[in-house]
């Protein structure tokens, strides 16, 4: 089992440009989540993606946008960068039961710099 | 909206040694899971313990244990015995459900290393 597994390791882009970012789950999990960590602080929730569909969203803006495909694997798109989107992006993988404790697995995450 | 507060952002002991960290949270729910997450230099999240809410009986894994006050919102982590290899960013979050969906809170983290 590769467990979660994240694309690119890292990746340098320029304010306003555009970024993506994928994300394969863990075999067998159905739902992913993606969290931004900024350095030195605790990763923040952004969106959760179940069933192809946006399930749950944190506190950040439309530039932020995601897909989940028909295998599970996601995306994480970035629009109109800002240095402040500088940070470590988290997915994290689980089995997708509502009102239910599954445990989530995370990847290695994705380094992106924005200058 | 819940909250999680590490108030320790660095701390340090000697290897053997038996290390406390923090954590208090604040919530309105009464289900809920806690947990440690340990972040080494690798960047890979490990879950290191989980709590339920509902359960009174403290949770223990190995040299990881908690303590956990639910009236007082308060979830420390003690670890054991510490080794070289727990050297890494420690996070205490907290998970509650909103319309059927996991979201888990991350506090700030405490930066734990073990010295030789």
């Known amino acids: 089992d590769a467990g979660v597994t994240q694309s690119p390791t890292h990746l340098i882009k320029t304010r306003g440009q555009q970024v993506t970012l994928r994300c394969s789950p863990k075999s067998g999990h159905d739902t992913v989540s993606w969290y931004q960590q900024a350095l030195g602080q605790g990763p923040q929730f952004i969106f959760q993606y179940y069933e192809e569909e946006e399930r749950q969203r944190g506190n950040f803006p439309d530039r932020f946008s995601g897909h989940q495909f028909p295998n599970y694997s996601s995306e994480l798109n970035v629009n109109a960068l800002l240095l402040g989107d500088s940070a470590l992006y988290l997915c994290a993988s689980s089995r997708g039961g509502e009102w239910s404790y599954n445990e989530q697995f995370f990847g290695p995450g994705t380094r992106l710099t924005v200058l | 909206a819940q909250t999680v507060t590490q108030s320790q952002p660095e701390m340090s002991v000697q290897e053997a040694e038996t290390v406390t960290l923090s954590c208090t949270y604040d919530t309105s729910e009464s289900n809920y899971y806690l947990f440690w997450y340990k972040q080494p230099p690798s960047r890979q999240m490990i879950l290191v313990i989980r709590?339920?809410?509902?359960?009174?009986q403290n949770a223990t894994e190995n040299r990881f244990s908690v303590n956990f006050q639910k009236a007082a919102k308060s979830f420390s982590l003690k670890i054991s015995d510490s080794q070289l290899g727990d050297t890494a960013m420690y996070f205490c979050a907290f998970m509650s459900w909103i319309q059927g969906a996991q979201k888990l809170v991350f506090g700030q983290g405490t930066r734990l290393t073990i010295n030789p």
């Open positions: 709590q339920e809410a509902y359960k009174q």
